[in-house]
């Protein structure tokens, strides 16, 4: 009977996790924000300073950073954005109207909703799953500068919970994770950074119109790995065909190259230093969380394959180190 109710309720973990999928992404969002706030109020801790005195110093000013930098660049990157957006809508009917003179182009036109090509319908869907994440947004932040200003508390709380046997297993396994996490939240911010001003310097060389939020979108995308770059060369592409064609080309040029630069120099360097996960493991961590959790969950379909792939790594190492010994 034991065996059978461990069974039963090891076979239930994936309907669980379906069934509270908005709770898990939740825990994971504030899991990644106390690394990131972690990693951030180091340098103040390393001025003696408590540990939640320096978390809560940390998101004063991150917010400050935050309101300074939307107050001095807010109007011309919403500016920026908006033009982008027109653009690109330009383009595409642009685009429909030029499949519409063909057989073939009205025929895929026809399996193709028409709200669908547009970017202003797109950016709508994004503010409102935004918006409608506003609760969960503060939930996580809570979540996140709590775990991070008492994790001595919280990791003894949850080892009540724990067998004896398995507890020392599982907490070398979430400091692994949280070790995990922290290199490759740092690889990912140098990657965004680096990648947004490439951009950003590309589109302004090349002569495209708003080329810091094209920059931004290319930074921003970032965050998801292999899937992110292409998404954020659409908008980019858009925008360069209702310029013209030869524009077309050297922006295809332009996010080619970067894209060159970035897997074979800057990734290298970054796995090599910090975290190195196979592109393939990503990848289809990004599709099975992706096909999970809904387009909500791709955000999170990194640092999840992370976690899942630190967890494998700290079972072989286990493995390979044999059972402990006692004297």
């Not at 493991?281 to 990194?302: K, P």
Request: hydrophobic share 55%; proline share 5%.
């Amino acid at each position: 009977m034991k065996r059978v109710a461990i069974a039963v309720a090891i076979a239930t973990i994936p309907f669980l996790l379906w069934y509270f999928r908005s709770v898990v992404l939740v825990a994971v969002g504030a899991m990644l924000l106390s690394v990131v706030l972690d990693l951030m109020s180091q340098p103040l801790r390393w001025c003696r300073l408590p540990r939640a005195a320096s978390v809560a110093l940390t998101l004063v000013l991150l917010f400050a950073l935050m309101g300074a930098a939307g107050y001095v660049f807010g109007t011309t990157l919403s500016n920026e954005m908006q033009d982008v957006v027109d653009r690109a809508d330009l383009a595409a009917r642009t685009i429909a109207g030029d499949l519409q003179g063909s057989r073939w182009g009205a025929a895929v036109l026809k399996r193709i909703d028409a709200s669908q090509l547009s970017l202003a319908s797109w950016a709508g869907n994004i503010v409102s799953v935004s918006s409608s994440l506003f609760a969960s947004i503060v939930v996580m932040i809570g979540m996140g500068g709590y775990i991070v200003a008492q994790p001595a508390l919280y990791r003894a709380e949850f080892r009540k919970l724990l067998p004896r046997r398995s507890a020392e297993w599982v907490e070398m396994t979430a400091g692994h994770i949280a070790a995990s996490l922290k290199l490759w939240c740092i690889g990912q911010a140098i990657q965004m950074l680096l990648v947004g001003a490439l951009t950003t310097l590309a589109v302004w060389l090349i002569g495209l119109p708003s080329p810091v939020a094209l920059g931004v979108i290319a930074g921003l995308a970032e965050f998801i790995p292999y899937v992110g770059p292409l998404i954020a060369a659409l908008p980019a592409l858009l925008v360069a065909t209702s310029q013209g064609w030869s524009l077309l080309a050297w922006t295809v040029v332009a996010y080619v190259a970067i894209q060159q630069i970035e897997g074979n120099l800057l990734l290298p360097v970054i796995q090599r230093r910090l975290v190195a996960i196979p592109p393939a493991t990503m990848l289809f961590g990004i599709l099975v969380v992706g096909a999970f959790f809904g387009l909500q969950g791709v955000v999170f379909a990194a640092p999840i394959t992370v976690m899942v792939y630190a967890t494998m790594e700290n079972q072989a190492r286990s493995k390979a180190r044999g059972p402990c010994t006692c004297e």
